[in-house]
């Protein structure tokens, strides 16, 4: 089975640097992946990290620990688009799907 | 766009109807999975095909079916619908397993109002 753990809200100021932390717990893992999903619109691909480190991709950063069972995503130069529900998953060997948490709900205020 | 289609993008209908929800994949995609998102809550699973097989269930009541045909396509079929299964019905597509293969490429959702 899977247990994830991200915190249900944050709040934070246009262009600021906010950090979003996963732990997860699984039985197997190839990998995490980081999904943005805006309110009422699907859910869009933002990272996928297999090895320890952080991974840098314009804005946002993902960072993953695979011994501690952790990860962050990294946004910088926040704007307001990026307002959004971000959604960690890990990936588990041998599961033919992803276990979404209920995600991280981030509001950037100006 | 990810590429993924699905049709209705919204539904009304009655307590104890019977809809079908559509999905088409991306163009290459083999794998079609379908998620449900009530509001304020997370994605559940429902269910997962691969080049026309089921490979995985997830939370998917009794009452909720789906398939995939040949044209890899695939069909949700929500019955004796209740109040609570008013939510949003993602469809997503891999080219195969989730993990190295690639990440799940979603539909814009359908939105199934029950009243």
């Known amino acids: 089975g899977q247990n994830i753990d991200q915190p249900t809200e944050m709040t934070a100021t246009e262009g600021a640097i906010v950090q979003i932390n996963c732990t997860y717990q699984?039985?197997?893992?190839?990998?995490l992946f980081w999904y943005q999903q805006h309110a009422g619109e699907a859910p869009t691909f933002l990272s996928y990290?297999?090895?320890?480190g952080l991974e840098e991709k314009g804005r946002f950063s993902s960072f993953l620990s695979r011994s501690k069972g952790y990860s962050y995503l990294l946004l910088k130069e926040l704007q307001m688009k990026d307002s959004a529900s971000y959604l960690c998953?890990?990936?588990?060997?041998?599961?033919?799907?992803?276990?979404f948490g209920t995600g991280t709900r981030l509001t950037v205020i100006p | 766009d990810s590429g993924v289609t699905q049709t209705p993008k919204h539904l009304i209908t009655a307590t104890g109807q019977r809809v079908t929800l559509r999905c088409s994949p991306r163009?290459?995609?083999?794998?079609v999975y379908w998620y449900q998102q009530s509001l304020d809550q997370g994605l559940q699973f429902l269910i997962q095909?691969?080049?026309?097989?089921?490979?995985a269930k997830g939370n998917i009541l009794e009452r909720f079916s789906a398939q995939q045909f040949p044209d890899l396509h695939s069909e949700l079929n929500l019955s004796s619908l209740e109040l609570g299964d008013s939510a949003l019905y993602f469809c997503?597509?891999?080219?195969?397993?989730?993990?190295?293969?690639?990440?799940?490429?979603f539909g814009p959702g359908t939105r199934l109002t029950v009243t």
């Open positions: 997503a597509s891999s080219v195969d397993w989730t993990g190295r293969q690639g990440e799940q490429y």
């Open positions: 699984t039985s197997g893992f190839n990998g």
């Open positions: 990290n297999v090895l320890d």
């Open positions: 998953a890990p990936d588990q060997t041998g599961a033919n799907n992803l276990f």
């Open positions: 163009s290459g995609d083999l794998s």
């Open positions: 095909y691969y080049n026309g097989e089921e490979r």
